[in-house]
């Protein structure tokens, strides 16, 4: 037996063959031509029929894991059609005088290495699908076939990395779970496999060996162990514990339809956070109430430039139907600190999560903030939105908000837009918010406990530095302390506390957060379910 280790993006356990699977690296060479012009046609041909083939496979990726997952192959047709990657490979073979497969290909590179080198996550993720559309248009161009790789049994498969075209074109009944020697927590493929419910392990330390290939594996999604050729010992333990997660699965697909109520009566919302509009299908598909915190933030991480009003409505609107009048909490961007975003042109800071972010950005460049404002407000008649602040520290800004939220409305209004009043309220993510939550109850509906943040500046532990993950820890007396105390400042002013921040999901807590009289929780949309279970198991 030999033991691998990687890190896991969706749990679950995986017992079958490893199935190594290499891409066609061709070797891309530079030829000069004498007829640019036909390589410009080559290149045109080839990105309609790439868009075409992405046709199908949105088609494909429609019927076998849903519209959430399928609208990656719109992103790559809108990619192939993005004019600056069009630009750079007919100017490549304008001005060298050179093959259609050169241009592509460097220009490959060159935008995949520009969003490798961008700060945020996300960004960095999106690498990963020009590459996938860059040997699209290579294959094309070079006759190659690019239906990728065709299962004939249920394997483990184990590749450098996987892209999302790959991922969706496998079998979803042979695919028993996947290894990636590189890969991103943030990427497609990773998103695909937890909608797939399919253990993976990314950045896992196998190698390629072509001997490995069929070999029996036991893939452990929770602790990212791979087993090759694992001993009878390995492979019963494995066995008992894959077992084990069937039939919890099974027993939480019973709870869906249930109510969220203990033994003696209580009853607590439970809601899912997200990130992106294109993630409601999984809070639906888990039964959550509602959407406790839209990370609106990230339509901002996504785009080049600054969203406008009209693109940012039309999500918002998107989000508030989708959920047929369940309610949508959207929080206002929360920009900074690890989550940068180049257009906003920020300086840079000794210490960003100390710094420049979130509402601060908003009160100092309200044009932004209104933009935003604006946005929601028109969703609103769409269905139950409310709207929270992140990073408050103070009464005085709640009043700045609710100010330009009033001359929001009277714009609105002297234009005849529609809108609704919606509630508002404040994550509490600060101790000083905590402290003062008695004050601050009498302005706001409601307060979300950010206990990720809450924990870093209770603790003053950055939360982004791996080495104090171990002392990072979100059951400190005093975070504990302070959430109790903004749950009894809520309910003393006659308004609602939940926790929205990742603490909402350890069931180790459901107990105690009923008993302070949590009154909302909202967590990641694959585990509503298990929190519904602790809840209904709390006397
Ligand atoms: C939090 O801080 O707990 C929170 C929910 O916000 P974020 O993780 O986006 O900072
Ligand atoms: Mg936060």
Same mark, same amino acid.
């Given at each position: 037996?030999?033991?691998?280790?990687?890190?896991?993006?969706?749990?679950?356990?995986?017992?079958?063959?490893?199935? =190594?699977?290499?891409?066609?690296?061709?070797?891309?060479?530079?030829?000069?031509?004498?007829?640019?012009?036909? @390589?410009?046609?080559?290149?045109? &041909?080839?990105?309609?029929?790439?868009?075409?083939? =992405?046709?199908?496979?949105?088609?494909?990726?429609?019927?076998?894991?849903?519209?959430?997952?399928?609208? +990656?192959?719109?992103?790559?047709?809108?990619?192939?059609?993005?004019? &600056?990657?069009?630009e750079s490979v007919l100017n490549i073979i304008n001005t060298q005088g050179v093959n259609a497969e050169y241009a592509v290909g460097t220009t490959g590179d060159n935008f995949s290495a520009m969003f490798e080198a961008m700060d945020d996550a996300y960004m960095q993720g999106r690498a990963a699908d020009i590459r996938d559309i860059t040997e699209r248009l290579l294959n094309i161009l070079n006759g190659s076939n690019t239906d990728g790789l065709k299962l004939e049994e249920p394997v483990i498969i184990c590749a450098e990395d996987l892209a999302p075209s790959e991922t969706v074109q496998l079998e979803k009944d042979k695919l028993l779970g996947f290894v990636t020697r590189q890969g991103s927590a943030n990427s497609h493929t990773a998103?695909?496999?937890?909608?797939?419910?399919?253990p993976a392990v990314i950045q896992a330390n196998i190698e390629m060996l072509p001997e490995y290939n069929g070999k029996l594996v036991a893939l452990d999604g929770f602790t990212g162990n791979i087993y090759l050729d694992p001993d009878e010992e390995t492979l019963s333990e494995m066995k008992a514990k894959q077992q084990k997660c069937i039939e919890e699965k099974e027993? $939480?697909?019973?709870?869906?339809?249930? %109510?969220?109520?203990?033994?003696?009566?209580?009853?607590?919302?439970?809601?899912?956070?997200?990130?992106?509009?294109?993630?409601?299908?999984?809070?639906?598909?888990?039964?959550?109430?509602?959407?406790?915190?839209?990370?609106?933030?990230?339509?901002?991480? %996504?785009?080049?430039?600054?969203?406008? @009003?009209n693109e940012q409505f039309l999500k918002y609107k998107a989000v508030a139907e989708n959920m047929a009048g369940k309610k949508v909490i959207i929080r206002t961007l929360d920009i900074g600190a690890d989550k940068q975003v180049d257009y906003f042109e920020m300086e840079k800071e000794e210490n960003p999560a100390l710094g420049y972010r979130a509402i601060r950005i908003c009160l100092d460049r309200p044009e932004i903030f209104k933009t935003q404002l604006r946005a929601l407000y028109r969703a609103s008649v769409y269905g139950q939105i409310a709207i929270m602040f992140p990073m408050i520290i103070s009464v005085s800004?709640?009043?700045?908000?609710?100010?330009? +939220?009033? %001359?929001?409305?009277?714009?609105?209004?002297?234009?005849?837009?529609?809108?609704?009043?919606? @509630? $508002?309220?404040?994550?509490?993510?600060?101790?000083?918010?905590? +402290?003062?939550?008695? @004050? =601050?109850?009498?302005?706001?509906?409601?307060?979300?406990?950010?206990?990720?943040?809450?924990?870093?500046?209770?603790?003053?532990?950055?939360?982004?530095?791996?080495? $104090?993950?171990?002392?990072?820890?979100s059951h400190h007396p005093a975070v504990l302390r302070l959430i109790e105390m903004v749950v009894k400042n809520a309910h003393a002013n006659g308004i609602w506390a939940g926790i929205c921040g990742e603490l909402g999901a350890d069931t180790s807590l459901t107990e105690w957060f009923l008993k302070i009289g949590v009154d909302e929780l909202s967590v990641s949309p694959s585990m509503v379910l298990k929190v519904r279970k602790q809840v209904r198991e709390t006397k």
């Open positions: 037996m030999t033991k691998f280790k990687g890190e896991s993006v969706y749990s679950g356990i995986a017992i079958g063959k490893l199935c =190594l699977y290499s891409k066609n690296e061709k070797k891309i060479e530079r030829n000069h031509v004498t007829d640019v012009e036909n @390589e410009k046609k080559r290149f045109e &041909d080839a990105k309609t029929e790439a868009i075409n083939q =992405l046709k199908v496979l949105y088609d494909k990726a429609l019927a076998n894991v849903g519209e959430t997952n399928a609208l +990656i192959f719109e992103v790559h047709q809108m990619m192939l059609e993005d004019l &600056d990657y069009i998103i695909l496999a937890r909608t797939m419910d399919i027993l $939480l697909q019973t709870l869906k339809g249930k %109510e969220n109520v203990t033994q003696s009566g209580q009853v607590v919302q439970l809601y899912a956070n997200i990130g992106n509009t294109k993630d409601v299908a999984a809070v639906l598909k888990n039964d959550a109430g509602g959407i406790g915190l839209f990370r609106s933030e990230f339509l901002y991480l %996504e785009s080049s430039d600054y969203p406008t @009003e800004e709640v009043l700045q908000v609710k100010e330009i +939220i009033k %001359e929001v409305k009277e714009e609105l209004k002297a234009q005849e837009i529609p809108f609704k009043d919606v @509630e $508002l309220g404040i994550m509490i993510e600060t101790p000083a918010a905590a +402290i003062m939550s008695d @004050e =601050l109850a009498k302005e706001v509906d409601f307060f979300s406990i950010g206990t990720n943040d809450l924990t870093q500046y209770t603790l003053a532990i950055d939360r982004q530095n791996p080495k $104090l993950g171990k002392i990072n820890d």
